[in-house]
């Protein structure tokens, strides 16, 4: 059977190439970046050129990038890291649980959060931004890109109402860097994480952007690694790794293979909305990610197709990948004012650097047909709920 996986916002195949520069230092090349023989000196080496990497992806200086395990990690380490009891943190209702949840427990430890809400395509208004700012308002966090939708948010106008506020500015770009340009001066950010397994490099791997002069907390206590900022042994071949999938994200970008992978979800998006009726792109009017497309099948349940297509051999989701199977509609299409029906009926596809026009073939022979078979069996569809539908449509 063919396989499709177009589930890269969950997690992306690791490049052959990363994975060769990552193998030696597995094993002849094992040191540790802190051990001052030659062994250690040849990790640092390593260590620092990765850094030099990750920096270049993102705009930064390689002193202002600090090796996380991850973009939960680096969204953490930011918001624990500038904000304390009695601060006010503004944010949006669509952040990763890492920035939500994190958000929450600092509510609990005596800081104020407002969650800012979205318009119908799934983007902040900034004004809501300057609306929202207190005397004690400590940290802006909104992200860079959505991972259920793609939409980008306008992070250069928050930026800027952020640093004339002269309060600290994170961004979660996990599901922008290696995607579109990234660049920490233009956004006009003090925090910007990214993670390594959304590129091509390995899962428990990522780095936050910290802007020079930014007071940070480090969250762990333990040795003097990455300047104090996050103890403990470096991962060193996923930082390789890391710095690899940088590298070749950065060539990937400036070959313009964003704008091809763009033009393939194009032809998914156009395929399906000529052959399968009773569709919608969320986030559509808005800028998004190349790699991106969430899409409702009206009168059917996401799960169920996404389910029927993995038997065809096709990986799509139906929500971000640490809530999908749970019963309860995606909460980034509920705050985009999705009815909670057509929330339920939605799925995520999205592609990645090793998608192919053949896979999109694929995947649009595929669709139609299941999308049909499940309509059938739905007491909404029978129920003359197409009929009506394309009334209120029409
Ligand atoms: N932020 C966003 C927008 C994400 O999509 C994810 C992962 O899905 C994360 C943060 C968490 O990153 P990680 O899986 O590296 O911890």
Redesign the pocket.
Known sequence: MRRVYLDN???TPLLPEVFEAMRPYFFEKFGNPSSSHERGQQARIALEHAREEVAQLVGARPSEIVFT?????G?NLAIFGVVASGDHIITSAI??H??LNACKRLETLGAQVTYLPVDSQGRVDPDNIRAALRPNTRLVSV?M???ETGVVQPVEEIGRIAAEADVWFHT?A??AAGKIPVNVDRIGCDLL?I????LNAP??T?ALYVRAGTLLRAMFQGGPQERGRRAGTENLPGIVGLGTGAALAREWLALGKGEELGALRDRLERGIAQHVDMTLVNGKGAPRTPNTSNIVFECIAGGSLADALDLKGIAVSTG???SSGSAHPPYVLLAMGLAPELAHASVRFSLGKQTTPDDITYVLECVPEVVAKLRAMSPLWKNGTRERLARTQA
């Open positions: 916002n969950a997690t395990s991850g973009g939960t990690e969204d952040e990763h890492a920035v992200m890109a959505n991972n979660d996990v599901q994480a993670s390594g397994h959304k899962q428990g990522g971000s990948a640490c």
